[in-house]
């Protein structure tokens, strides 16, 4: 057998000061393929950047900008804390912002000659050392996956060969938006491991990569943070006992696995079956403070159950979260379930009826300079900012197949009691004095409060499409658009995504049930209250079924509309979503037969 070769690349933190800063690495791994009998050591090349980056001049104002967002990307808000379950506070960022870490992230970003002149290092030293196994850590992923993306020549680089990328920034979301175009496309590898540390808390992120046989992300959860290898007890990212199981055994033993591999996929040989449909409906009437109580929520997700189920979905696939049940975690939770395993033919609707909200969003100069809409979970506090965003749910959708027919519906409104109404059921929650002011500002000149002028998030994006993807301000997250990958102008957005070869993160089709300025209401038909809006979509959607006329999404939330006109509400549904979706028919699943 002949010897593995491993080329291992560094990350940040100027590893080249230590001319031996790969020994702790090429130990650990060799006694990994000794633990594994491979008789064969592995052999080890590195590859050297840090001089590139040390020679290469700096523009201050464009790397002190883009520093900025790097920073904001990680969550550290002095209201909010970290967004993510990750270890990160001052002691951190005072670490990580430094020249030799952050700097260099951002450096790269910012500097397209620098990237150039290291994707030819990376390049001429796989030529040179011919790895099997190229091993790249933190900023070193940056450099190598940038290289196996950008044309035709660098993607033969990896082309039959494993790539090991831990402690990444690839999918960190400044990092994804500005040097991918907001998607992180596979990449022609054997096998692609990536190893993930929820307690690294150096601007690294998950890879969702749903339904790619040769990707793999390893969970190696560790106190020793950003390390490679251990820290005193505390194993790092080639050490872990998840990364030996799950990385090191298959690829010191390939023709074992490869056996096991081609036995396992004849014995379990996958045999056509329908497609598997999936619905997530959450109904949230009983918040904890009796003024924000609601009564029709509840009642909105069993309409929609009978919706589902009358054309094709089963019982078993939806799933119910109502009341006491739907705290933040749980959402996120049946989230992840409710993307999972997705199947080409097979729909996923995620439905929400409860409080919207709006939330003053902060940079890391502390000051407001963004809004983000959210649903409002039963467990929300104000103070931490729990509710459910963008920011929570794109990881989740972003890295979707194009093919997914995935719908989202909401039915709330973001206002939060920033504006009012005479109308006695509204679904519209109270907002706390100090997050009303946050996001106002006094008029000396009217005597009068009024909403605090926000620049736009993406001054060249398109004037036509701006409102529906950012708000009336240009400033707003809002759900379902995926707006925290889109920093670019049009012009250099669309100029990466052709680079990279993707269209741009995936988009759902989403359902809301009026505008940013407008309240949701709720109505009583007979005895039963349900969401003004729910109730229009449920008799439109029914009443095109009788018909047996196909619908577009268009075309539905037009009637959507003029039925809740005639209800008396002033509420106008909206819709977003890739153009040649909701110009389309919407899904009509063939119903499920029940025996008698």
Known sequence: ????????????????????????????????????????????????????????????????????????SAAWHSIAGPSAARAFGPPDLGKYASR???????????????????????????????????CAHSLGTLLCYDLFTFDTVGGEKINGRTFLSFGSQIDNTFVKAKAWGGRVRMIAAKQWYHLFNHQDPAFTAEIQEPGVANFLEVVTDSPAGHSATAQGANPGYLDHPNTFGSVWQPLAR??????????????TAPTPH???????????????????????????????????????????????????????D?????????????????????YYSGHG?????????????????????????????????????????????YNTRFVAVFDCCYAGGLIRSTHSRIRTISVP????????????ATRSWEARKLGPLISGL???????????????????????????????????????????????VVLEACRENQLSYECTNGSTINGAFTYALVHEYRTAGRRRAATSFVELTRKVSSRIKRLGYEEEPQLIGPSDVIKGPVPRAMPVAHEA
Request: include cysteine.
């Open 1 to 72: 057998m002949a010897a593995t070769k491993i080329l291992c690349v560094h990350g940040v933190g100027h590893a080249e000061q230590d001319p031996h800063w790969n020994q702790q690495w090429d130990d650990v791994i060799t006694d990994a393929f000794k633990r594994c009998n491979n008789p064969e050591p592995p052999q080890f090349g590195v590859v050297a950047y840090d001089d590139l980056f040390k020679d290469a001049p700096l523009n201050p104002a464009e790397y002190f900008e883009a520093l900025a967002e790097l920073l904001a």
């Open 100 to 134: 030799w870490f952050a700097g260099m992230v951002v450096q790269w970003v910012v500097d397209a000659n620098l990237r150039k002149e290291c994707r030819a290092a990376i390049a001429a030293k796989i030529d040179q050392f011919q790895p099997d196994i190229i």
């Open 254 to 267: 390939p023709k074992i696995l490869g056996d096991l591999t081609r036995a396992l996929a004849v014995a």
């Open 274 to 328: 329908p497609p598997s449909h999936r619905a997530l409906l959450i109904g949230i009437n009983a918040y904890p403070d009796p003024a924000n109580q609601l009564n029709g929520c509840v009642n909105d997700t069993y309409l929609v159950s009978e919706l589902l189920q009358e054309n094709g979905f089963v019982a078993e696939n939806i799933r119910l979260l109502t009341d006491e049940r739907a705290t933040r």
């Open 330 to 350: 749980a959402m996120l939770d049946r989230l992840h379930w409710l993307l999972d395993d997705v199947a080409d033919e097979s729909y996923r609707v995620l």
């Open 357 to 401: 909200v709006q939330i003053p969003g902060y940079g890391v100069n502390q000051q407001v300079d963004h809004l983000e809409d959210g649903l409002v979970p039963v467990d929300f506090d104000w103070v931490k900012l729990n509710a459910i965003t963008d920011r929570d749910l794109l990881d989740v959708y972003s890295q979707l197949p």
């Open 433 to 444: 004095p100090d997050i009303r002011h946050r996001i106002q500002r006094w008029n000396s």
């Open 462 to 508: 398109d004037k036509a499409v701006r409102q529906d993807y950012s708000g009336q301000s240009g400033a707003t997250y809002k759900l379902g658009r995926a707006l925290p990958l889109r920093r670019l102008d049009d012009e250099e957005y669309d100029k990466i995504r052709d680079l990279r070869g993707h269209k741009g993160p995936f988009l759902p």
